[in-house]
């Protein structure tokens, strides 16, 4: 569908909707933990355009960016892709976050203070 010298995108062979497009690095990069920021800049950069060319050429009713990693989180492909998948009211795709959790304040708020305190330490460059 389309490609330039960084990044291909193309239709997966079962597409959960239609237009459903792929978004991939031409360099192997087998998650997002190994993404470089100059790669990611790239991928970000064709994934909103084509977004838009989804949405103007379909127009769904919503869109989903979907960007899995490890087994955990439904990786199957081990090269980093990012899916662009055009949604419509009732389409095959349903819900994809559950319709509530049951975490008690404590562990949001542990959560929460481990993260900032690691993004402290992390981006302050």
């Known amino acids: 569908m389309y490609r330039d010298e960084h990044v291909v995108a193309f239709f997966p062979l079962e597409p959960a909707t239609l237009g459903h497009t792929l978004v991939v690095p031409r360099e192997h990069v087998a998650n997002i933990w190994s993404l470089d920021e100059q790669t990611a800049e790239r991928i970000a950069v064709a994934t909103t355009r084509l977004s838009r060319v989804v949405k103007d050429t379909l127009t769904p009713e919503g869109l989903n960016i979907i960007q899995s990693n490890g087994k955990a989180a439904t990786q199957t492909v081990f090269h980093l892709h990012v899916h ?5 009211e009732n389409d095959a795709v349903g819900r994809i976050w559950p319709p509530e959790t049951h975490y008690s304040e404590k562990q ?4 929460w203070e ?3 305190s690691a993004c402290r330490e992390e981006l302050r460059a």
Do not use: G, Q, T
Not at 108 to 111: F, H, V
């Open 114 to 116: 481990r993260l900032r």
């Open 108 to 111: 949001k708020d542990d959560a």
């Open 84 to 88: 662009i998948v055009p949604r419509w």
